[in-house]
């Protein structure tokens, strides 16, 4: 059985890719509260430090997996990727001040003290141009690593949605590649098509419910099923902040069945977000639809605490588990191939 750490690990969904694709997760570090206590009620065996990474020691980690410096087979990490969003990058001064951009330094930490064998990191495309970014990748290999970084859709491996990522790969090894997409897609229609009844009738992040005013209402009853947009309103239902913006066509739109979802964000279940309405009832998708179109699994629990809001901010962060089980399966057979 191999071993991985994962780092800022969300609620799970890397860990959750790692586990399906046969890893032992030893430890993973989650500052938000929240998010931490999502995973560990679906990973009760992985040492959790909920904590903030820059407090955390790398003989701390290795303790907690019973390992020593150079024995980890895989250290993996999606580092917060909202300081590197298109949106932020048109902002010059809010990506130069953002904080978390920084956190790429710690994976380059705990990689120089704990020597695994193989390294995987995810981000948004935007990262590739981040000058940390480029030193990251010449400080691994200063340190002996191979590298293979690439810009890959989710949609190509398995994910019913649209979701370009840059991924790492580095192993000290030897060369190690990306694996090639698969031919065909997960649809909208494969994934929430065809809910079971215990979803359906039981679920509660399925049964929230929603609350909007009459007009809005009328809105998304007026939008073409099946992956119609707010363009076809007439007039007296466009809303007036609409009749001045060009852009963001996607708001208010709703997905097609036989294609893949748009990019699950954090805004998920808001349809004045993006285009989040489901492709035939008239009302946004929900909780447990967007968690499937992130392909967790139907039973994977998310904590309500703080309100369903804030459970669809760690379901739109989360690296969707097929991606990662794909990208794991990969690092798996690598390791297989040189030991």
């Keep these: 059985m191999y071993m991985a750490i994962d780092l800022f690990s969300g609620c799970g969904g890397l860990t959750q890719g790692l586990h399906d694709a046969g890893f032992t997760v030893g430890a993973a570090v989650e500052i938000d509260s929240l998010a931490a206590e999502t995973y560990a009620a679906n990973h009760s065996g992985v040492s959790l430090f909920n904590a903030d990474i820059r407090s955390v020691s790398a003989t701390q980690i290795m303790e907690a997996c019973g390992i020593e410096k150079g024995d980890l087979d895989l250290l993996a990490g999606c580092p917060p990727c909202q300081g590197f969003s298109r949106l932020r990058l048109n902002n010059k001064r809010k990506r130069m001040d953002d904080p978390r951009n920084r956190l790429i330094d710690e994976v380059f930490r705990m ?72 031919i065909r897609r997960n649809t909208v229609r494969d994934s929430i098509g065809n809910l079971p009844a215990n979803i359906v009738e039981k679920d509660s992040l399925h049964n929230q419910g929603e ?100 459970a669809a901010q760690m379901i739109g962060n989360a690296l969707p588990p097929i991606f990662s089980r794909v990208q794991a399966e990969v690092i798996k057979c690598h390791l297989a191939n040189k030991q």
């Design 111 to 182: 990689v120089n003290e704990i020597q695994p064998k193989v390294v995987m990191l995810e981000n948004v495309p935007n990262l590739s141009r981040y000058t940390r970014y480029l030193d990251f990748k010449k400080k691994l290999r200063k340190l002996g690593y191979e590298i293979s970084d690439q810009i890959l859709d989710a949609a190509d491996f398995g994910v019913p949605q649209r979701r370009k990522r840059l991924v790492l790969l580095a192993s000290r090894l030897g060369k190690i590649s990306h694996l090639t997409p698969i």
């Design 211 to 310: 609350q909007r005013s009459e007009r809005i209402r009328q809105l998304i009853s007026a939008i073409p099923k099946d992956g119609g947009s707010r363009k076809s309103l007439s007039a007296n239902l466009t809303l007036k902040c609409h009749k001045k913006q060009e852009g963001f066509c996607d708001v208010y739109g709703r997905m097609r069945w036989d294609d893949v979802a748009p990019t699950i964000t954090g805004g998920c279940i808001n349809p004045s977000k993006g285009r989040f309405l489901h492709p035939t009832e008239d009302r946004a998708i929900t909780l447990r639809e967007a968690a499937l179109l992130q392909s967790f699994p139907p039973n994977y629990v998310f904590l309500m605490r703080r309100g369903k809001y804030a």
